[in-house]
């Protein structure tokens, strides 16, 4: 049975040798067996679970890729496979999600989303429903300086305005590729002046990085079906 050194599969995979330990450390593959002077060595399977790691990377969070081998080590799985169409789920969804939001600018109409007829003035718990996102997000954005709101006379809570929402939908839409605060401002003052060029330019880009990624996704799936086939043979 063919086995590797962690250096040989450190440097098939351009990793070092501390990731593979800390992949190890983390629960997330199976039982290294040692030399009798103690050291480490790898098999086949070791490989492609470390290859598995690293494709799946690419495509999901860290916390869910850890979850999957976790459930591959113990043999479950049909529910990592169930996690990992999950996560595609989500990234479909939030593709439509940004492909909604685009046509809104493109038509300038923002009186309702996802059939939602919007009101003049809306509470963060609306606000937040509405574009998908936690209360605590608005808020950070709303100290960053990304948005504003008025506080309800009556008693006290922020509410905000139909421009301001639109704010925060086109940040909750472009938040994974728009990263610098500047950027983010800029495009939230073309929004304002209704200079639509570089809002639809960063919609589509933020449309070329899903694309990307779900091909990624994709990519790890075949690398983890390889893996669960070491386990099932």
Known sequence: MESYTPKQIANALNVSTTTLRRYEEQDLIPVVPRTNSNHRFYKSIHFQAFTTIRALLKGYDIPIVYEVMRMIKSSRFGEALWLVNEQQFH???????????????????????????????????????????????????????????????????????????????????LRKTVYYIENMKTLLNELDTENYDKIERSFQLALENLNNQLVFQFKGITELMHYIHFYKN
Not at 153 to 167: A, D, F, M, T, V
């Open 91 to 173: 990234i479909q969804v939030e593709k439509q999600r940004v492909e909604e939001i685009l046509t809104m600018i493109q038509n300038a109409e923002f009186t309702q989303y996802k059939n939602i007829k919007l009101n003049e003035c809306m509470s963060i718990g609306e606000a937040a429903k509405i574009a998908g996102v936690n209360t605590s997000a608005i808020r950070h954005w709303e100290n960053e300086g990304l948005i504003h709101s008025e506080r309800n006379n009556e008693n006290g809570y922020r509410i905000y305005s139909i421009p301001e929402l639109r704010k925060i939908l086109l940040i909750s839409s």
